[in-house]
């Protein structure tokens, strides 16, 4: 599986904009991306995904570069309610035969003080 | 949309006893569930994929006589942690992907916390 690398920590203020970074250089051409976060004994929560477009939705925005080699979960207000383990997983549709499982890497975790 | 339950929450149970988790799509049909396990501190760990009607395919490592899955209907998984023991503790999570989305996101269950004295 396509690994990806992402800081272990970050700290955002609420109410200001965060950006999660994710490099993933190893991606190939049918690998999607995908963020899932984990909030403090709960299981997790899909965010958003992508291929090659960048892609907004309620939760968030992903910012894809053009190489694909990296991605960003941009969180345009964090409040209190974000702080979680962001978690950005590849995952290929195509090669395996089991609708798509996914990797788990260790993920970022992130506080947000208020 | 896209609701899956788990059950139980948590369970205490002594060593050596059987242990049966469910997992239900509440409001979705799911081809496919998957089991995780994830021990403190740590990230989530697969353990198996489970597709409806036909046996599962477990990770390597993961003991298949250990943790036996059924998924016997398009809305129900469940993990029976054979024999448990101390080392076994964990929590389990299970999560569904939709029969009609072949690139859709899994919808996870909000686990199972398993104490095993």
């Known amino acids: 599986d396509a690994k990806t690398t992402q800081p272990n920590s970050m700290e955002s203020n609420e109410e200001e904009p965060v950006h999660l970074p994710c490099n993933h250089s190893t991606i190939s051409g049918t690998d999607y991306i995908h963020w899932y976060r984990q909030l403090p004994s709960q299981g997790p929560e899909y965010v958003i995904h992508g291929l090659t477009s960048n892609v907004n939705n309620r939760m968030a925005s992903l910012a894809i570069a053009e190489d694909r080699k990296s991605s960003t979960l941009i969180l345009h207000r964090a409040t209190l309610r974000d702080a979680a383990v962001y978690y950005c997983i590849l995952r290929d549709n195509f090669r395996d035969n089991q609708g798509g499982k996914l990797i788990f890497g260790q993920g970022t975790e992130l506080s947000v003080k208020p | 949309g896209a609701v899956v339950s788990q059950h139980p929450s948590w369970v205490i149970c002594k060593s050596g006893t059987s242990v049966k988790i469910e997992c239900r799509s509440l409001?979705?049909?799911?081809?496919?569930m998957f089991w995780y396990r994830q021990f403190p501190k740590q990230s989530l760990m697969l353990m198996a994929t489970?597709?409806?009607?036909?046996?599962?395919?477990?990770e390597q490592g993961v003991e298949k006589d250990k943790f036996l899955i059924n998924h016997a209907s398009l809305t129900l998984s469940t993990l029976t942690v054979t024999s448990a023991h101390p080392e076994d503790s964990s929590f389990y999570i299970c999560s569904a992907i939709a029969r009609e989305g072949y690139n859709q996101p899994q919808h996870f269950g909000d686990g199972t916390r398993l104490s095993i004295l």
């Open positions: 489970s597709n409806e009607g036909s046996k599962a395919t477990y």
């Open positions: 409001d979705f049909q799911a081809t496919t």
